[in-house]
């Protein structure tokens, strides 16, 4: 692991501040994500966790203005370093600003591909919208990247997609994310498609390429197992909101929110052992059924008191380059044996 242990002292490449979403069910208005304010500091890798329905595609996507209906962005900003306020570009500046300042993977998109076209005229297509002149040199990078990613690089960019299998196609979604060149990258589980073996060899070029570009890298995942291995810092989803954000070792060794906690402890690759792994008991709240006030984890916390019915916790810095959203006493979360309440599934 090459973890960096602050997240105070990088400058800040994509600062993202009170950005809210609603999404619309039968008429009503929902927020996925609340107020979330973050910063993805440059030549850092954050990894965003949380589990199924937190909200962390919904940030993603709306990092990069990418949020449709029955979705939208009803508030906030994201501020990107040579790009601007991304959600106030026109539809014309968003497209050219995707790929080339801003490269993603968004989840499922190795089945996202063009079926009629090969991947290197995939790659050109690519380069001819964005106004690559060196369209050869870009082949050229595509390849090396693909070879890098343990592919053969010459046969994959003369395949169609139905002739690569999926963890191949996820490969080359990486690929595609990053021979523009973009400073921030946004991988949304970037590995699911991959077994253990090739997830590592595939997390370890990402974290190359993100140091040898000095990227501001987001990965998204629900498995603590990958951003353990991969991330210098590490933001937990629940409920829309961020509960707690920090440096990753840091957190993992001693989270100090009840949230994280519980999702460390259901992780059997990061306790080191399967017997001590406890299911993360209870479920997520869905969008109709997350808490109007109070805290959202409260339903689920072994430390809930009356406070945390009546009023919301912000997300505090309680020490540099570490905060969380919590009413209960830090110390006390940290070393309680108490785990979360909930029927254990
Ligand atoms: N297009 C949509 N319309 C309505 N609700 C949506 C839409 N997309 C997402 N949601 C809801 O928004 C909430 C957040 O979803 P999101 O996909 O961002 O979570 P996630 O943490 O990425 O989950 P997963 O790990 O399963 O992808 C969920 O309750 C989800 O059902």
Redesign the pocket.
Known sequence: MTHNTTTASAEAEVRVRDLTVH?R?EGTEYP?IASVTLDLPRGRITGLV??????????ALALMNAISE??RVSGGTVHVDGVGEVTALSAKQLRAVRGSALGYVF?ASQNSMNPLRTIGRQILDLGRSHDVKDLPGLLHRARELAERMGLDGKRVLDSYQHELSGGMRQRLGIVFALVLNAKVLILDEPTTALDVLSQAAVLKIIREVHEENHLSTLI?T?DMGVVSEIADNLAV?YG?RIVEHGPALELLRAPSHPYTKALIRATARITGDLASARALPGRPP??TTIPKTGCVFRERCAFATDVCTGSEPRLEEFRPGHRRACHADVALVRTSPATPKGDVS
Do not use: F, N, R, W
């Open positions: 999404y069910i996925a949380g589990e199924s329905g937190s909200g962390k595609s919904t940030l029955p979705g989840q998204v629900h989803m829309g869905d969008l």
